[in-house]
């Protein structure tokens, strides 16, 4: 017979064997009741008075000697019918705390970080590397004039090596202006391009709550933001462009 069905409702090993025993023993003294469970005389009166308390053995006493003997068996539905209300005690009490834990929670953090010089740039590039996961995507509103410069043709063909080996995507818009040489010197797998002729902020990298704007002077630095509300914001903005963007 399987009994572990017993023990998820909250009867311990001990508990089985001893309920068992009395159902085929009747009444009993204790000492047949630990030859027949098997279990050690120490833990016999421990353990029949927890199959007491949860309803399934009683006891009468015959010339001072007290024998003991199973409780019928549909008392097990009632003990689970017990532990369900329980359960629907403490979910209600749950409910009723989750608010205040709620407001106890930390508010998301949002914080500004500044990279400045070439280095600190490809440090700022490595975040979106290391934030995004293999399939994910990113969105660009790309640089201008600046594209045209060796240094940057150069910085974009080894990140690019680095994000085509990590599988990231990325979806980019930029002035039709530049759209000839965007596609020769700055087109690498894994990149989808749309151009529009309105005029468009320049730099702007969105990936997974960050917001990422490079100013490409003297000193290359890259500016990024981390807010899922940033983020959000200029998600939007970037879907609408990229839908009227040809």
Known sequence: MKTDILGQIGLSKNEIKVYFALLELDQSSATPIVKKSGIPNSKLYPTIDKLIKKGLASYIIKNNVKYFQASDPKNLIELLNNKERQIIQEKQEIEKLIPEMEKKKVKEKQEATIYEGLDGVKVAFNIILNTLKKGEEYYVLTLGEELKSKETVTFFRDYHK???QKG???????????KDFILKYHKYSGMQFKFVKQSLPTGIFIFKDHVM???WGDTPTAFI???KQ???YYKQFF???WGVAK
């Open 162 to 164: 680095k994000r085509k």
């Open 168 to 178: 990231i995507k990325l979806k980019l818009i930029s002035n039709t202006q530049l």
């Open 213 to 215: 704007t490079i100013v």
């Open 225 to 227: 933001i981390k807010s």
């Open 230 to 232: 940033n983020y959000v």
């Open 239 to 241: 879907e609408e462009m």
